[in-house]
């Protein structure tokens, strides 16, 4: 276990957001959660005029939305197991995609949730970058 609270805290944000993501995929893929039209541009909600629409889009999402809970997972585990340079690589590779991810959904709109998980990315990647050393 790593005695650093920055990293433990990183990793304990990582492994949140993969129950998260893998409860909410399940819940995209088995059509019981409906699209949120604030996470999508309302260029690419036009294109969705049919239901069916809607739901085959709800269910990549979902399936999108479980992968990335995986890596998510993957990613935590890589930090709380902080042990080598591969396990940093991981951690840092993902947090910036992350980083990317978020700012690409932002685009044209704000939604709060977004903007905080912006805010803790960019803070996990300046543990991760002070931390080298450490891994």
């Excluded at 890589?78 to 959904?105: D, P, Q, W, Y």
């Amino acid at each position: 276990m790593i005695n650093n609270i920055p990293l433990l805290l990183s990793g304990v944000f990582y492994s949140i957001l993969f129950i998260f993501s893998i409860a909410t995929g399940m819940l995209y893929m088995l059509g019981i959660r409906k699209l949120n039209p604030i996470e999508l541009s309302d260029e690419f909600v036009e294109t969705l005029d049919t239901e069916e629409k809607v739901i085959d889009f709800a269910k990549k999402m979902g399936l999108v939305t479980f992968i990335v809970g995986i890596v998510q997972g993957i990613t935590a585990y890589a930090i709380l197991n902080a042990n080598s340079k591969v396990f940093f690589i991981i951690a840092l590779g993902f947090t910036i995609i992350s980083i990317a991810s978020v700012l690409f959904k932002l685009k044209g709109k704000i939604n709060a949730f977004p903007i905080v998980k912006l805010v803790f990315y960019v803070m996990i990647l300046i543990t991760l970058l002070f931390n080298f050393s450490y891994f």
